[in-house]
């Protein structure tokens, strides 16, 4: 048997998601998953920003207190610079392996800095590394990934409404990534997140939630 961790309400194997607060249910038996930990002792997991476009791109995100910290790994360029070599004929392969190669030294050396040093000393490497503080979330809803996606392989997003209407649009590439951000979200927003997804075992994926009429998720405990 499982039971939601809000309302304590207790449901079958199969029930991931509490039809009444839309929270995870657990299995008591089992051992939670948690958020992941970084070398340095701090909660950290991964997520690629899609919205909006000025900062894009694959963001380590530490959890400091009621604070999140977004250290940019890959930016937004990457891609297009593959979009675009197969144009270049021969010249395309050589700024390839140029590619490469930089890329590999410069990722080496910055993930040995992003498992030993504190996210505050990594925040002024870019003007794309910016602190989230929790508060500032007025509104979250996770879901299935779109069915057409630019953005690489995706299990599921987040779409966080932030300060004066802006929006903040996360997409993860793993189960580990999405439910570490999902923990901290429900623990944080209660009754202001929105859980639209559910996990399928068979498919070993997020889906839609199939609801039995067409009335808005009850997220109110």
Known sequence: MKRCEHCGK??????????????????????????????????????????????????RIFVQGSDWVFIQTEDGTHSVLNAIVPFLGPAGNLLTLAIWLFSKHKAKDFQER??????ENLLHDSEKNFRLHIAEIRQAVIEPPPTFTSSGKEIGRATLSIRHGETLKLAFATREDLDAAWQLLASALASALQVNLEW??????????????????????
């Open 10 to 59: 207790q449901y079958a194997d199969k029930v991931d998601i509490c039809p009444i607060d839309g929270q995870p249910t657990i299995n008591p038996q089992e051992q939670p998953r948690s958020v992941s930990s970084s070398s340095i002792g701090q909660a950290a997991f991964n997520a690629k920003i899609v919205s909006p476009m000025t900062a894009a791109g694959s963001y």
């Open 114 to 119: 992003l498992q030993s040093d504190a996210p």
């Open 200 to 221: 399928n075992a068979e498919k070993q994926q997020y889906q839609k939630i199939a609801r039995q009429n067409s009335r808005p998720p009850r997220i109110q405990p």
